[in-house]
C-alpha cells in the first residue's frame, strides 16, 4: 500500500503512522456530558466497509498530519490532503 | 576542569576506498557545512520575500532545493527547511535569524547531521538499494529533495546535479550505521572516498 503524500508524494506505507478514523477533535472535558462525549471520542467507531476518513502522520517523511480516504475492502486510496492546510 | 572539545567527524573511520578500479562507479565525500533548521511563521509569501531580499534565494514550493549565493535551503515539510552553508566566519543560524526576522524560527544544528555527497554513475543504483523512493530521472531530479527513510535510517536527500550527484544528511549518531549500509551497497561498484 502506498499513500501519496500532497508534500512527498507516493510513499510507502511503513513511512506511516495511523491514528485510525478521523473523527472530530476532542471534546471539552469542563462540558456537562463530557463523559458520554469522551465515550463516543475513545470507543466507537464507524467501521465502515468502503471509504474510510483516516489519519495518517508521515512519521518517516514531511512529518505531516495527513487526512486520508481509504477504502476498506481493497486499500484503494481516494485522496490524501494536510489534515490543516500548512500545518505540521 | 576544563576541557577542550575537538571536532571529531561521524564517519570517522567508516569510509574506506573499494576496488582498484581506476574509475569507481561512486565517490564519497563528507561535507562540514553550517547547519540549521528553519521553520517558517506566519504568511508563508512573508518567509519568502524575506528570504529573497536578505539572502537573494527564490524560494522554490514544494519538496525541493532553493538555493542561491552558498546558501542552500532543503525542504523537509510544508514549512520546513534544513539550511546548509560552507563553512565561513559569519555563523549561518544567527544569519539566517537576523535575515529572516520574525518570518522564521532559526535552530543552529551544525553539528547534528552528517552530510555527505555521493556521486557517480552507480551513485542512483546504490541508493535504490536502500530507498524507497523512485530515483529515475523523470522522477527525481536535480533541484529534488526527499526526507524518506535509507535502510531503516532517517535521511534527507537532494540531487544535486545530473552525474549523478546527490547530498544525504544523516542524523549524526546514525552516521556511522549509515556508513555501514553505503560500504556494503557500492561494493559491487567500487567507491572512492575524497
Ligand atoms: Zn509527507
Redesign the interface.
Known amino acids: 500500500m502506498r499513500i501519496p503524500c500532497p508534500?512527498?508524494?507516493p510513499?510507502?506505507v511503513?513511512?506511516f503512522v495511523t491514528l485510525g478514523e478521523a473523527t472530530g477533535p476532542r471534546p471539552d472535558p469542563a462540558a456537562p456530558d463530557a463523559a458520554e462525549k469522551f465515550f463516543a471520542y475513545a470507543y466507537l467507531r464507524s467501521n465502515p466497509a468502503g471509504p474510510s476518513e483516516e489519519h495518517w502522520y508521515h512519521a518517516?517523511?514531511?512529518?505531516?498530519w495527513l487526512k486520508v480516504v481509504r477504502d476498506t475492502r481493497t486499500h484503494e486510496i481516494e485522496s490524501a490532503a494536510?489534515a490543516r492546510e500548512?500545518a505540521? | 576542569m576544563s576541557e577542550v572539545l575537538t571536532f571529531r567527524s561521524p564517519c570517522a573511520g567508516a569510509l574506506k576506498d573499494i576496488g582498484v578500479a581506476a574509475t569507481p562507479g561512486v565517490s564519497v565525500r563528507e561535507r562540514s557545512p553550517q547547519i540549521a533548521t528553519v521553520i517558517a511563521r506566519g504568511a508563508i509569501a512573508d518567509f519568502a520575500a524575506r528570504l529573497k531580499a536578505s539572502f537573494g534565494v527564490q524560494w522554490v514550493e514544494g519538496s525541493k532545493v532553493s538555493s542561491g549565493g552558498g546558501l542552500v535551503l532543503v525542504a523537509t515539510g510544508p514549512r520546513a527547511w534544513l539550511a546548509l552553508r560552507d563553512a565561513g566566519s559569519e555563523n549561518l543560524a544567527t544569519s539566517l535569524g537576523e535575515g529572516l526576522g520574525e518570518t522564521a524560527a532559526v535552530i543552529e544544528q551544525s553539528s547534528g547531521y552528517a552530510v555527505l555527497r555521493i556521486a557517480g554513475e552507480k551513485a542512483r543504483a546504490t541508493f535504490e538499494k536502500g530507498l524507497g523512493i523512485d530515483l529515475h530521472p523523470r522522477a527525481f531530479a536535480p533541484g529534488d529533495a526527499a526526507s524518506t527513510s535509507c535502510a531503516h535510517l532517517n535521511v534527507v536527500i537532494w540531487q544535486v546535479d545530473g552525474a549523478p550527484t546527490y547530498d544525504v544528511a544523516v542524523p549524526r549518531s546514525f552516521a556511522a550505521a549509515f556508513c555501514h549500509w553505503l560500504m556494503e551497497s557500492v561494493a559491487e561498484f567500487g567507491l572512492k572516498v575524497l
Not at chain 1, 518517516?60 to 505531516?64: A, E, I, K, Q, Y
Open positions: 508534500f512527498c508524494g510513499r510507502d511503513s513511512e518517516l517523511g514531511c512529518r505531516s494536510l500548512g505540521r
